[in-house]
């Protein structure tokens, strides 16, 4: 089963922030929290990943809250090309499972 | 990103036969390798966790004899699937991950059983 909780969909205006939340009050200690979407029939693709403090690279940022129980994905400025299905999973080591995700949608 | 290799991308097969899949780690040594099934607008479901020479760990309601896991190196993983049947028809993915690390996934296989 899933650890985390995802709205089932979102819009963003093109070139706008796209802030996309998950819950996950049930993380334990040892449990990263990664995001990946998926474009259409394609494999995941790795976004970002994170254990307490805020992380940043070229793709996106991640904010967790400092009791680490959600977390925000947030697309800078988001293209048409960013539409996708977004997944949070909290895992550890050998456990990687996937929840509904949030469709989101970015409109011109 | 590190680079995951799954072949084939489609395959049709008769019902009754046999279907191999691979999922090749190409610029990394995977310790752990995921395999995942997904139907038309669902999310991914876990199948099988393998690690490096040690026999996969199934999820519940999984056949293992049907879903066959090879994990005999560090960057080559395959699942056969076997007898398969029109309901096995659906789009399986693969992922790797080094130890600790993120994972990345195949491009996945479209799977049709006629």
């Known amino acids: 089963?899933?650890?985390?909780?995802?709205?089932?969909?979102?819009?963003?205006?093109?070139?706008r922030a796209a802030n996309l939340p998950c819950n996950h009050s049930t993380i334990s200690g040892n449990e990263y929290v990664y995001w990946y979407r998926q474009i259409h029939s394609q494999g995941p693709q790795y976004i970002i990943h994170g254990l307490k403090n805020n992380e940043t690279n070229e793709m996106a940022s991640l904010i967790i809250t400092e009791d680490r129980?959600?977390?925000?994905?947030?697309?800078?400025h988001a293209t048409l090309r960013d539409t996708a299905v977004y997944y949070c999973i909290v895992r550890e080591s050998n456990d990687m499972r996937f929840g509904a995700g949030t469709r989101l949608t970015v409109k011109p | 990103?590190?680079?995951?290799?799954?072949?084939?991308?489609?395959?049709?097969?008769?019902?009754?036969?046999?279907?191999?899949?691979?999922?090749?780690?190409?610029?990394?040594?995977?310790?752990?390798?995921?395999?995942?099934?997904?139907?038309p607008k669902q999310s991914l479901m876990l199948m099988a966790t393998s690690n490096e020479g040690s026999k996969a760990t199934?999820?519940?309601?999984?056949?293992?004899?049907?879903?066959?896991?090879?994990?005999?190196?560090?960057?080559?993983s395959t699942l056969t699937v076997t007898s398969a049947?029109?309901?096995?028809?659906s789009f399986y993915i693969c992922s790797a991950s080094a130890a600790n690390t993120e994972a990345f996934f195949?491009?996945?296989?479209?799977?049709?059983?006629?």
């Open chain 2, 58 to 76: 199934y999820e519940q309601g999984v056949e293992k004899d049907k879903f066959l896991i090879n994990h005999a190196s560090l960057t080559l």
């Open chain 1, 1 to 15: 089963d899933a650890k985390t909780t995802q709205p089932t969909s979102m819009d963003c205006a093109e070139g």
């Open chain 2, 1 to 39: 990103g590190a680079v995951v290799s799954q072949h084939p991308s489609r395959v049709i097969c008769k019902s009754g036969t046999s279907v191999k899949i691979e999922c090749r780690s190409l610029d990394f040594q995977a310790t752990t390798m995921f395999w995942y099934r997904q139907f």
């Open chain 1, 69 to 76: 129980k959600s977390s925000t994905l947030i697309l800078p």
């Open chain 2, 106 to 114: 195949g491009q996945g296989t479209r799977l049709t059983v006629v």
């Open chain 2, 85 to 89: 049947h029109p309901e096995d028809s």
